[in-house]
């Protein structure tokens, strides 16, 4: 029989294992970029999110925001994955969001919270079905972005199916129930996550989202996109 830490689950335990095969890329050029962007597109096709005639590389005008950090996930050197994400703040307010949910977020972000954004979260359809592991993978990029931005709150703007997996992994609360947003043909709902309230139940729960200072670093220190380290440690 495998022995196993009392602390962690064999589904976290196989997690863990599964990050051994991961690899966490920042797009350099355009032609990175725009495979992401052709994987969202089919990724938003298969769902029928997309309206009528959607371009097939599904981007917006917040891919190029000062405040947007884009991330791909290779698995043996296949893209796999990818999720976007922005910081938003006093002095960075803007983010995909805001566009439908202004009323709820800007009480919170003229408090001074800080709030990470995540977007686009796609998977590529060979590896959904190779790799059942890869969205909690995937996921751990918000995560890390909470600890490294020093975060208050960690959206969750998602169809309203898929409030479950984010109220049972992280423990989203509903803020906002469906508002149609734009270049999607269904609406979606907005998911609040007090995170430095919450971040000690879930990584305790979930250790592989767990990650350290220098793997932060790595992942989102680059020109135009830096900032200081949090005093938080994971």
């Not at 032609?31 to 992401?36: L, P, S």
């Not at 009528?52 to 050197?77: M, R, W």
């Amino acid at each position: 029989m495998c022995r196993m830490s009392l602390t962690e689950s064999a589904f976290s335990a196989a997690t863990r294992t599964f990050l051994a095969m991961v690899e966490y890329r920042s797009p350099d050029t355009d032609g990175e970029k725009e495979r992401i962007y052709r994987m969202r597109y089919a990724a938003y096709l298969r769902e029928g999110a997309l309206p009528p005639g959607a371009p097939k590389i599904f981007k917006d005008q917040y891919d190029e925001s000062p405040n947007v950090n884009t991330h791909a996930l290779y698995v043996e050197g296949h893209l796999a994955s990818s999720i976007r994400f922005h910081v938003l703040n006093r002095d960075q307010p803007d983010a995909p969001a805001m566009m439908v949910f202004r009323d709820k977020l800007e009480p919170l972000i003229e408090a001074g919270a800080t709030i990470i954004d995540p977007t686009r979260f796609v998977i590529e359809e060979t590896a959904a079905r190779l790799y059942p592991k890869l969205p909690y993978a995937t996921l751990r990029i918000p995560c890390m972005a909470s600890e490294y931005f020093d975060a208050d709150y960690v959206l969750a703007t998602v169809r309203s199916e898929h409030q479950p997996f984010y109220k049972r992994l992280f423990g989203h609360t509903v803020l906002c129930e469906a508002r149609p947003y734009p270049s999607l043909a269904k609406p979606i709902s907005l998911m609040l996550l007090d995170y430095k309230k919450t971040r000690s139940s879930f990584l305790a729960r979930y250790p592989f989202l767990r990650s350290t200072p220098d793997e932060r670093r790595m992942t989102f220190e680059r020109d135009g996109f830096a900032a200081e380290a949090p005093a938080l440690t994971a």
